[in-house]
């Protein structure tokens, strides 16, 4: 299926540290979103990596793209106590954005 | 604060209720959609609405009915619903569907509850 599989499905860190969490999928796709989840609210576009492109930045922000092993991963750099949401993955094919089942990200102050 | 507003916040319902949840974004996107979210799961894609008009419906059951009167309005009626349906309803729009390469951006959601 089109839908990302989330690796691990909970990371809990110390403030400071860095966080990295990984997609696998099995379709092809135009590209693979990353979004953010606080509890209760709703999602938060993180950053969109083409089916082109190899890696991408965005502040503390990194991601990875590689096709031929249809995966990704996110790195979150310096991770801080607002940093503590769930992280969702969401490979984009023709018309669908279908999400992963998350990484319940805490960081320990 | 979100750009993509959705009311009410919190709705209780009995079963045997009609209401309508109601979304509205100004950001001149052309696509926009319905997921529901189940606590500790991931959002599911219920519809998407292309240039106002359905291009999916994942099999949605039909006692939610959705509507678009307008590019920046989203509706999804709620008939004879069951507790099972209780859960997060999330809104969100988008520049375009797929090809687009365009982010989805969210409202904050609905908690409805279905006694």
């Known amino acids: 299926s089109q839908q990302g599989e989330e690796d691990p499905q909970a990371l809990s860190i110390q403030e400071g540290e860095n966080a990295t969490m990984n997609c696998s999928y099995k379709?092809?796709?135009?590209?693979l979103q990353w979004y953010r989840q606080n509890s209760g609210r709703g999602l938060v576009h993180l950053i969109l990596?083409?089916?082109?492109?190899r890696e991408k930045h965005s502040g503390r922000l990194r991601v990875t793209l590689d096709t031929s092993k249809k995966s990704s991963s996110l790195l979150i750099t310096a991770s801080r106590a607002a940093d503590t949401a769930s992280y969702f993955c969401?490979?984009?094919?023709?018309?669908?954005?279908?999400f992963g089942q998350g990484t319940r990200l805490t960081i320990n102050p | 604060d979100t750009e993509v507003t959705q009311t009410p916040k919190h709705l209780v319902m009995g079963m045997t209720n009609k209401k309508s949840l109601k979304c509205e974004q100004h950001?001149?996107?052309?696509?926009m959609y319905w997921y529901k979210q189940k606590a500790k799961k991931p959002p599911e894609l219920m519809f998407v609405?292309?240039?106002?008009?359905?291009?999916i419906n994942e099999s949605v059951p039909s006692r939610f009915s959705p509507e678009c009167p307008n590019s920046s309005l989203l509706n999804l009626h709620l008939h004879a619903l069951q507790p099972e349906d209780s859960a997060l309803y999330l809104c969100?729009?988008?520049?375009?569907?797929?090809?687009?390469?365009?982010?989805?951006?969210f409202g904050n959601g609905t908690r409805l509850t279905v006694t």
């Open positions: 950001m001149g996107h052309r696509a």
């Open positions: 379709t092809s796709i135009n590209n």
């Open positions: 990596i083409r089916s082109n492109e």
């Open positions: 609405y292309s240039y106002e008009k359905l291009s």
């Open positions: 969401a490979p984009q094919g023709a018309q669908k954005l279908v």
């Open positions: 969100a729009s988008s520049q375009g569907v797929g090809s687009y390469n365009s982010p989805l951006h």
